[in-house]
């Protein structure tokens, strides 16, 4: 009885975290939703999801915006991914120092990077034609810890010195030990990464805004004092966009005992 009764418990609190839980990220993003399709005299309208692909600024700001975090993505995985890895097979010591850099953006905060790179960004425009891709420099930055988070939980999963020293034995270069052997054994740890850096830069707007670089939450920001029901059609548009990017890396990243397995094994299961 007092196992049942246990249980009973357990499966109530459990229910009842995930009605709280679902909720409160639910009622937002329906608020939204009613609150984009809403029109004068009660009725509902889809015209302002339907300005969304009439707006040339919205479209063109959306482009850049996919294309900077593209950019960072390649950007911050190319510089990482060796570096870690090198620390990890060749200097252990340098671990430490290489966190303690990668974790520095989140102790600065947006404002003090901004002043600290205005100059670098007023020369890239004199020289330049100022485009905003250049912000894919920054955004590097913004994203460090976070990819070396999971990038650092990936590496650690796996026995990287006997992977590396079994390819070295066969003849492998290291370009090709990274690329052949520790990359495909630490794919959850990328896509996570990837999500997450996608997510930042898809949402930066203190530093785009103040360097007059006009990225989709910029334009989203102007375009709220305009119309509001545009722009709220935009952001949930934008939540949708990063969920179903959640889902899609969750359905291509294997499962915790598979992956073991694939990390053991070297090929998959």
Not at 30 to 58: C, K
Not at 68 to 88: E, F, H, K, N
Not at 195 to 217: K, R
């Amino acid at each position: 009885m007092r196992g049942g009764r246990r249980t009973r418990g357990r499966t109530i609190a459990r229910w009842t975290s995930f009605v709280l839980i679902g909720g409160y990220l639910l009622l937002p993003l329906i608020a939204m939703l009613d609150f984009s399709t809403r029109a004068p005299g009660g009725r509902r309208t889809l015209d302002p999801w339907l300005a969304i692909g009439q707006d040339e600024d919205l479209i063109e700001s959306i482009i850049i915006s996919l294309q900077i975090a593209a950019l960072t993505v390649v950007g911050v995985l190319l510089l990482l991914v060796p570096t870690m890895t090198w620390a990890y097979l060749r200097v252990p010591r340098m671990k430490r120092p290489i966190e303690f850099l990668c974790l520095l953006p989140l102790a600065i905060p947006a404002i003090v990077l901004v002043v600290g790179i205005a100059p670098i960004f007023a020369a890239i425009r004199r020289n330049a034609t100022g485009s905003p891709l250049a912000l894919v420099l920054i955004d590097i930055v913004l994203v460090l810890p976070f990819v070396h988070r999971a990038l650092d939980a990936g590496l650690r999963s796996i026995d990287v010195a006997t992977l590396a020293e079994a390819a070295r034995s066969l003849g492998a270069g290291w370009p090709r030990i990274i690329a052949q052997i520790i990359v495909p054994n630490i794919r959850p740890a990328l896509l996570s990464a990837a999500v997450i850096s996608v997510a930042l830069v898809l949402g930066e707007f203190t530093i785009s805004s103040l360097l007059n670089y006009n990225t989709v939450q910029v334009v989203i920001s102007l375009l709220g004092k305009r119309d509001a029901f545009v722009a709220v059609a935009v952001s949930l548009g934008a939540l949708i966009f990063a969920f179903l990017l959640i889902l899609g890396v969750a359905s291509v990243t294997p499962s915790g005992r598979r992956a073991a397995e694939e990390n053991a094994t070297g090929e998959p299961s």
